[in-house]
């Protein structure tokens, strides 16, 4: 999938949410996303050794050597870097005090609004039953900004409306979140493995941000299911350096899972 | 007089459960879920129970849709992880609609639990504003708040007439202790009438006393002795989940939803109607494969 010999896609994400996360940041990970978690952790590993990991413990792993992955989010051999374990419903508790976050979705909109419940025709009778709401509808009500993450850039992923939303992006657009009264400061950035967007600051429709190091606007275009607004100026993405790639290959990710995409 | 001991046996604490009525499933993903009972309630042959899973639940809520025992299914997640990202089973009978599913995300359902526990017919909730949830769930009811004049849901009580639980120890009164996580337990206990609770093992009342911090739940009504009672999932300090069980149960459940029934009736009677007790249950996983699963 990488077109690059030095890295890999999962890599090059990793190292643009590593440069989002600020110092002193209460992070929110969840499930099955490592190239999000290598991101977050090699901020922590590198600038961010205040951060708040928050998973169903809170950790703090910044004198931590090499730290194991875990398939599972329970997996209790992960409580040896916890330094506390909150109560399951204390998450809610606390929801105002996250800061960052990340979400994936089986429909992205051109808002940002995410279904995760399923695709194909009137509920319950879908085509396609996704998992279901599980965290996001709350956490992205809340969470200070979210990031939007999709391993296939598709224009069935990529689609006009969202069927059914799980979590509310910038809803219909411009000041939609406000008038539904939800507090957060909704998604930022949308990651995929051809490019970044972000949204328009006034429609908060999705825009090119950058295209990745040998991907063509024109390829974006082809595989997004709406009409994304291309700037003049569209960069490519700042590839990760020398120095991360070290961090994320010999700390974070030892079984090499960020190099299978 | 003197005091209660509340110790039960698996098939005590399970004849608690009779049809039809809403009951609490503990722990979270692949964690600490109380299968010593849960494999009890199916060969009991219950029908028609409202299962409130844990609010990300794992695949015991799929072996109970694919066990026919429930008829109404309340959590935010059914499925295994890597292992199977939606519980075959759970996305079947929700899609043919042999189930009805109580839509909700994560803090929905513990909001539900917390107003059953304060006895609250609801309480508010700003989450799923603006969702899909409030249509494909009626119960999540839109509301102006009295105070600010905000548009929040409303989200009903669910009491559980039992929550059936899974912890690390506790003594013979019932001080639930727990090494990890709580995970929605304490939740959970706290929204039933009433509360059973499987432990690894029982420690004296001392034990107890030596660490009373690790104390989480108080009152309840039946503690049941089940070193690896959450087996095939992990239970926190204990033992790691066996992943090649749950990839047999994955690929029977599979089978099922694809026309052939015959892998996972062979699950159901190697595991769970021909063993005659937990203990027989065990024997048939087999000893070299529990003491496998240890991990730190």
Known sequence: ?261 | MTRKEVIMSVREAASMIKDGMTVGIGGLLTANHPMAIIRQIIKNGVKNLTVVGSPAAGLEIDLMIGAGVAKKVATAYVGGESLAPIGPFFRKAVVDGTIQMWECDEAILCTALRAAAEGLPFLPWLGGVGTCLPDINPDLKYFQDPIKGQTLLAVPALELDVAILHASWSDPYGNIQYVGNTYADILMARASKKCVFQVEKVVSNEDIKRNPHLTKIYGVDAVVPTPYGSHPFSSDGFYDLDREHLKEYVEAAKAYTKGNPEPFNQYLKKYILEPNSHEEYLEVIGMKKLLSLYRW
């Open chain 1, 1 to 261: 999938m990488s077109r690059n010999k030095d890295y890999s896609i999962r890599e090059l994400l990793a190292a643009f949410i590593s440069r989002e996360i600020k110092d002193g940041e209460t992070v929110l990970i969840g499930a099955n996303l490592p190239a999000c978690r290598a991101g977050v952790l090699l901020a922590h590993l590198t600038h961010a050794p205040n951060m708040r990991w928050l998973q169903f413990y809170r950790a703090n792993f910044s004198d931590v050597k090499q730290i194991e992955s875990f398939e599972f989010v329970t997996d209790y051999s992960g409580f040896k870097y916890c330094e506390e374990v909150p109560e399951y419903e204390h998450l809610w508790d606390t929801i105002r005090r996250y800061d960052v976050s990340f979400f994936g979705g089986l429909q992205i909109d051109k808002y940002g609004n995410i279904n995760l419940l399923g695709i194909g025709g009137q509920y319950p009778k879908l085509m396609f039953r996704g998992p279901g709401a599980i965290g996001q509808s709350t956490i992205t009500t809340y969470v200070g900004r979210y990031y939007i993450y999709s391993e296939r850039h598709h224009p069935m992923i990529f689609v006009d409306k969202c069927e059914y939303i799980t979590a509310v992006g910038w809803g219909d657009g411009g000041n939609s979140r406000k008038k539904l009264g939800l507090p957060g400061g909704g998604p930022k950035y949308v990651l995929t493995p051809l490019c970044i967007m972000d949204f328009e600051e006034k429609t908060k429709r999705m825009r090119l941000k950058s295209v990745h190091p040998g991907v063509s606007i024109e390829e974006v275009k082809n595989n997004t299911g709406f009409q994304l607004i291309i700037p003049d100026d569209v960069p490519e993405t700042e590839p990760p350096t020398k120095e991360e790639l070290q961090v994320i290959r010999t700390r974070i990710d030892l079984k090499g899972t960020l190099r299978e995409l």
